[in-house]
């Protein structure tokens, strides 16, 4: 798969999704909304033409960008808005390495949690969209590195490396209660076993963390229609 410039965005229809709690063991359904998603993790390449920096340990245009903390993320989300002339979707506060998101601008975002995993199980039920080795690059598969975007088969809806290759953050704090501020990680990445690489796994991590599974997608909520 030629991933072209990396920033291609696909529609994602409106849908219902069940998340879950594995501490409370509580379940619920989330409407979500229709939006765009990137086809593909957030390549370097990319990363790089919005803001100058090369975070990654491993090097390649075509490769997900990594060592991105989820704050390094929103800080994309909105620089990325400003260039195309779009409200930014954050306000920022750089005291506190947080962000409040202003759910009325149309610039780019982190898919909520919900949003995540709709789109990951593209209308298909069960723990993955496709056979794990052939949608995904996990421990079993990807010889300990990181692979380029695109060299897996997408789900139905169009969207590549859902699963595999690198955790992508999520907007949504994982349980305040318990850990505070930490937000959520979908999607499992290169070095995890196949238990991690399923539509439904989660896990967290300090909104400030770094390292060289997790990275991000972003998405664009659907522009609303005219009266």
């Not at 379940?27 to 990137?38: D, I, L, N, R, T």
């Not at 919005?50 to 990654?56: A, D, I």
């Not at 789900?155 to 949504?172: E, F, H, I």
């Not at 990680?185 to 196949?194: N, Q, S, Y």
Request: with cysteine.
């Amino acid at each position: 798969m030629d991933a072209g410039a990396g920033n291609e965005m696909v529609a994602v229809p409106s849908g219902t999704v069940m998340l879950s709690d594995r501490r409370t063991r509580n379940s619920w359904p989330v409407e979500v909304a229709p939006f765009q998603m990137s086809a593909f993790p957030v390549m370097q390449s990319w990363y790089a033409r919005v803001t100058g920096r090369q975070p990654s340990s491993a090097r390649g245009e075509r490769l997900p960008v990594e060592g991105v903390s989820w704050w390094d993320a929103v800080q994309f989300c909105n620089a990325l808005s400003r260039r195309e002339g779009l409200t930014p979707a954050y306000h920022l506060r750089f005291d506190a390495e947080t962000a409040e998101w202003d759910t009325c601008a149309d610039g780019y975002r982190l898919p909520t949690e919900a949003e995540w995993e709709h789109a990951c199980r593209a209308g298909t039920t069960g723990p993955r969209y496709g056979l794990l080795d052939e949608v995904a690059w996990y421990q079993g598969n990807s010889d300990g590195r990181i692979h380029s975007v695109g060299g897996k088969q997408p789900n139905a809806w169009g969207l590549y490396d859902m699963l595999g290759n690198v955790w992508d953050w999520c907007w949504d704090v994982y349980d305040a209660e318990v850990y505070g501020v930490y937000r959520v990680l979908r999607g499992g990445g290169w070095a995890d076993e196949h238990w991690s690489c399923r539509a439904s796994v989660r896990r967290r991590s300090h909104p400030t963390f770094r390292i060289d599974d997790v990275g991000f997608r972003i998405v664009r909520s659907a522009p609303l229609p005219q009266p």
